[in-house]
């Protein structure tokens, strides 16, 4: 049986750092589904499940930026 350690730390606005044993990754969690790094996984409504893409890097990017652009502005 192998080891794994995984945690995420809330960073606000749906931010957060996934840190497991092979590193530390970004992630955004919307009411959409969770972009990270290695790709997104999108709800689909039925209990169970999702859509798992790899390499939606640009999407992330994108996501995050405007998440952070509207909760910075809600917090002002």
């Not at 409504?45 to 502005?73: D, E, H, P």
Request: with cysteine; aromatic share 10%.
């Amino acid at each position: 049986m192998a080891f794994r350690f995984q945690k995420r730390i809330k960073l606000g606005g749906g931010l957060g750092l996934n840190i497991s044993k092979s590193g530390i990754s970004p992630s955004l969690k919307t009411k959409m589904g969770t972009f990270n790094k290695n790709g997104c996984s999108v709800k689909t409504g039925i209990s169970g499940v999702r859509y798992q893409n790899s390499g939606c890097m640009v999407l992330f990017a994108f996501t995050g930026i405007i998440t952070f652009l509207i909760y910075t502005i809600k917090h002002l």
